[in-house]
Each structure stands twice: as structure tokens, then as C-alpha cells.
């Protein structure tokens, strides 16, 4: 039987890690003290890895303040602490287009080497009075396949080694929108009565990050009420692998989490 961990308990306990919390240097350098970019209408968001001499992604960097003459824009791959300066500009706002071919050409990549679901990391440098600055204006761009509703729905297996459960569960979309789907079978995995839901999730047509909206699942569940279930993950959008993160509550408390649970299409 699962075991609900009180929110009382929960509660004491973060306040326990938050007066144990330490501070640790940024490797990158100062942040937050110029004037802070602002990244805006990011559109594209994502890299096609169906057309990677062409993708590119776009948005406007715009910038509040005054004492900045340049602002650079910087990446990296996969968190590597190697970053590459990609562009400049010097006035704000500023439309600014980056094809991945550049991005890699400027990190020493081979353009045939990158595969879906690489994830590139796009940091603001700010000059001021000649010294450059790391600002909190960051971003992650992942490479995927274009979105294909079929590709993202239908029969699935769930896999949560952190729940400790698994099994088959049904992904449909709404019938107004190919951007939310529905999740039917996941309290059935715990051998609970699923007399309510489905899960509900929103998935971002740009970034194609999920949001699971919190829905109750199941009136009962292991003796308490209103089995819920929310969360958030990623939708690798070329073989419909949902990565969900979890929080499992009831009316009487949480079940800790965010728990994750694998989805694989069959």
C-alpha cells in the first residue's frame, strides 16, 4: 500500500533544507548586475532535425535600462561548460534569427552528428563599461521532429521505477485541439477503480513541453480521497515519448514525488 507523507511534514521539511541551504559560486561569472535582457516571441523555439542545414530558431532580445553597449549571445551544448559567442547587438529591441548550422560551426560540431532530442544552451553576456556580465536571460533549444498528432497518441506503456508501478494506458487527443490529450489507465496501474478522469495534458506547440493539469483520477485510492495527479515533463515528438514528473496527492496529503514516469508508445 502506497504510504501518504502529510503536507504538515512536507512543509517542515523544506523549511529544514531551506536553513540549510548554501551558497555556491557561479562558474560562468557575475550575474544580475547590468540592466537585465528579456527574451521575447521566441518562434521558432525548437531546432528541426528533419532540416538541419535550414532550421533555425528567432526572437527579440529587448532590454530596459541604460549603460549597456552589447549584449552577445552565447551557447553551449548539453550543459558543457564550453560557450561559444554566436551573435552581437548592439541596440534594443533587437530581432535576432540563429540557424543551427551556425550554432554548430561556431562550437567545433559536425552537423550530421546532432540527432533528436539534443538540447542546446543559449545564455545574454551584457557589456558594461567594458566589462561582460552573464545575465539570468537564458534559454534551452532542443532538436525534434516535427509534430504529428498521431505520433503522440493512442497506445502506450508506463513505466515509473520512482512510483513503483507500471502498465498500459490510453493517450487521446482532444477532439478541438491536437495540443491537449487525454491520459486514461494510470490509477488502474496501482489496481485503484479509475471512476474518474482522464489526465489532462497541454502540450506547448512551440517548445513541446507538457503540462499534466491536476485531475482527480479516482474517487478512492489505497483509503483516501480524490486521487489526483499533476505535473510536467517533455514530449519527444519523433517516437511520442512522453518523460512526465509527477506530484500524487489525495484530499488527506501528498504522496511526495514529483515521481517520474517513462511513457513509451506500442
Excluded at 523555439?45 to 532580445?61: G, M, P, Q, S
Excluded at 508501478?165 to 479509475?194: K, N, Q, R, W
Aim: aromatic share 12%.
Amino acid at each position: 500500500m502506497k504510504k501518504i507523507k502529510f503536507l504538515s511534514l512536507l512543509a517542515i521539511m523544506a523549511l529544514l533544507f531551506a536553513a540549510c541551504e548554501t551558497v555556491v559560486e557561479d562558474p560562468a561569472g557575475p550575474r544580475g548586475v547590468a540592466p537585465v535582457p528579456g527574451i521575447e516571441n521566441l518562434n521558432p523555439a525548437t531546432f528541426d532535425v528533419l532540416d538541419l542545414e535550414n532550421t533555425f530558431i528567432k526572437f527579440t532580445l529587448v532590454l530596459e535600462g541604460s549603460g549597456v553597449s552589447q549584449a552577445n549571445i552565447v551557447a553551449s551544448f548539453k550543459g558543457n561548460k564550453q560557450r561559444e559567442n554566436i551573435t552581437s547587438v548592439s541596440s534594443f529591441p533587437s530581432d535576432i534569427t540563429i540557424t543551427l548550422a551556425e550554432v554548430v560551426d561556431k562550437l567545433g560540431m559536425v552537423l550530421d552528428s546532432i540527432k533528436a532530442a539534443d538540447v542546446f544552451n543559449f545564455e545574454v553576456q551584457t557589456v558594461v563599461g567594458g566589462k561582460t556580465y552573464y545575465s539570468s536571460a537564458a534559454f534551452n533549444v532542443a532538436v525534434v521532429c516535427g509534430y504529428d498528432v498521431a505520433n503522440v497518441t493512442g497506445s502506450y506503456y508506463v513505466v515509473s521505477e520512482d512510483w513503483e508501478s507500471e502498465g498500459p494506458v490510453t493517450i487521446t487527443a482532444d477532439p478541438d485541439d491536437d495540443y491537449i490529450v487525454y491520459v486514461s489507465g494510470l490509477a488502474a496501474m496501482d489496481g485503484v477503480t479509475e471512476d474518474l478522469g482522464p489526465l489532462k495534458m497541454v502540450i506547448d506547440p512551440l517548445t513541446f513541453k507538457v503540462t499534466a493539469v491536476k485531475t482527480v483520477l479516482a474517487s478512492i485510492a489505497f483509503g483516501y480521497h480524490n486521487f489526483s495527479y499533476a505535473g510536467s515533463g517533455e514530449l519527444n515528438t519523433c517516437d511520442g515519448t512522453y518523460v512526465m514528473y509527477f506530484a500524487i496527492t489525495v484530499d488527506e496529503g501528498s504522496f511526495g514525488g514529483p515521481f517520474e514516469f517513462v511513457f513509451t508508445k506500442q
